[in-house]
């Protein structure tokens, strides 16, 4: 189950691989609520953890 008040245990973990892989780990980049007020993330533009992070396209 997904902890919807911060990253859990595996997120952060999966997060830790993904840095040390190179690769991009910032939410916003490819999210469709990326702009203002759209998103109620304080985190944005540089989330790398959101419970409401959805994929564009
Ligand atoms: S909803 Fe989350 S991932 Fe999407 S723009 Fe806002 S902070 Fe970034």
Redesign the pocket.
């Known amino acids: 189950m997904k902890s919807k008040t911060g990253p859990g245990w595996k997120d952060r973990f999966v997060l830790g691989v993904k840095k040390w892989l190179g690769m991009n780990v910032i939410?916003?980049d490819s999210?469709?609520?990326?702009w203002r007020g759209?998103?109620?993330?304080p985190?944005?533009?540089n989330?790398t953890w959101?419970?409401?992070?959805?994929k564009r396209g």
């Open positions: 939410l916003c999210c469709k609520w990326n759209a998103c109620r993330n985190a944005r533009p989330a959101c419970p409401e992070y959805e």
